[in-house]
């Protein structure tokens, strides 16, 4: 079992800059991909980054790439989402996930947080 809480949304300024962070409890975290999802109001929970389990292997979606970096700290047992340059169109709940295979799909995804509010104004 393993339990992930995300922190760090809120309120910013297009072009501004967001940190997010995923607190992981629970046995072997370590041994886990995570991913970051986000869900706008009206739509499908979509990909936006994933990275493997020792860090170095990440992928991106293309609307995020070069503009977000993740990352993760498996001595912590949490994993970042950088987000620069941001734009309103990534005004979302962020929420991360996961899972025992590298994937770009939710539904490979066993653990799940509760989300956290970003909000780029424009």
């Known amino acids: 079992q393993v339990q992930l809480v995300e922190s760090g949304g809120r309120l910013v300024q297009a072009g501004g800059s967001l940190g997010l962070s995923c607190a992981a409890s629970g046995r072997d975290f370590t041994n886990y991909a995570v991913g970051w999802f986000r869900q706008a109001p009206g739509k499908e929970r979509q990909f936006v980054a994933v990275?493997?389990?020792?860090?170095?292997?990440?992928s991106y979606a293309p609307s995020v790439k070069g503009r977000f970096t993740i990352s993760r700290d498996n001595a912590k047992n949490t994993v970042y989402l950088q987000m620069n340059s941001l734009k309103p169109e990534d005004t979302a709940v962020y929420y991360c996930a996961a899972g025992r295979s590298f994937s770009l799909s939710r539904n490979d995804y066993i653990y799940w947080g509760q989300g956290t509010q970003v909000t780029v104004s424009s």
């Open positions: 990275i493997g389990v020792s860090g170095y292997s990440t």
